[in-house]
């Protein structure tokens, strides 16, 4: 487990290092055709992509092939919250929709479709099938795999009472999920275009790792400084990620 986290947190150092060539790297972005499903979380990621993007590069909001017919991010929200299935299938929906005009393809999952008692293999193998038929259906696209993000772990008076009750303060088993999930996805699409969202939002600018211990194990959680509320990005969350992503997308084949 300790070498993974260091291979993660080398993963993060040069995923999240300052833009080096900033406009070399929007400039490669911006050059491509990508389509990204999401919700909450997304958003705060393409609000960070939108303030690095500095207007060189196009945004819109569509579904639509018609969104393809010049180069740009173009995002829709796909499924609900607390139903991953249903995002699974719709991201599959929009992709029809589409009509496989998107050079690079991904949507991502969120932390509040994951519980302590998600089924993580049937999750996963739900996920494996889509991605099968998507790329039957659209050979052309380059389908990137997307790890899901995290929480912090409740701490503090709160998450001590809680303990002495019996109970898991807010957000410790649930993580442990999400790196189990993330953990098998990696294994699964080793080799292939995966942006370890996790790995990004458990790593400080320093390079440093956010984890705590359960069951005599490290598991990620997200950088307290990352939030304001637990789980949603602030400012410099945003700012974060949407380094790495950028770089990640430019770095792409």
């Known amino acids: 487990m300790l070498r993974l986290h260091a291979l993660l947190v080398c993963y993060a150092l040069a995923s999240m ?10 400039a490669r972005v911006a050059e491509r055709r990508i389509f990204f499903g999401h919700q909450s979380v997304g958003s705060n990621l393409l609000e960070g992509v939108a303030t690095l993007g500095r207007g060189k590069l196009v945004i819109t909001e569509s579904r639509s092939a018609e ?19 249903t995002k699974i299938a719709d991201f599959e929906k929009a992709m029809d929709e589409v009509g496989g005009k998107a050079e690079v393809a991904f949507f991502k999952l969120c932390y509040v479709d994951f519980t302590d008692t998600t089924d993580v293999d049937a999750l996963l193998a739900a996920y494996g099938a889509a991605m ?11 389908f990137v795999h997307v790890t899901a993000p995290l929480t912090l772990v409740q701490s503090g008076p709160k998450a001590f009472l809680k303990r002495l009750m019996g109970n898991a303060p807010w957000g410790e088993r649930e993580n442990a999920v999400r790196h189990r999930y993330n953990e098998q996805l990696r294994a699964k699409y080793k080799g292939e275009p995966v942006f370890d969202l996790a790995a990004v939002e458990s790593t400080r600018s320093d390079g ?3 984890t705590y211990e359960l069951g005599g194990k490290a598991v990620p959680a997200l950088v307290p400084g990352f939030t304001d509320d637990g789980g949603h990005l602030n400012a410099a969350g945003q700012k974060h990620v949407a380094e790495a992503l950028l770089r990640f997308l430019a770095q792409l084949p």
Do not use: I, W
């Open 17 to 26: 290092s300052a833009l080096a060539a900033p406009d070399e790297t929007l």
């Open 67 to 85: 969104a393809f017919t010049k180069p740009g991010l173009v995002h829709t929200f796909v499924g609900s919250n607390d139903a991953p299935l």
């Open 132 to 142: 099968t038929r998507l790329r039957e259906k659209h050979p052309t696209t380059t």
């Open 208 to 210: 440093t790792a956010q």
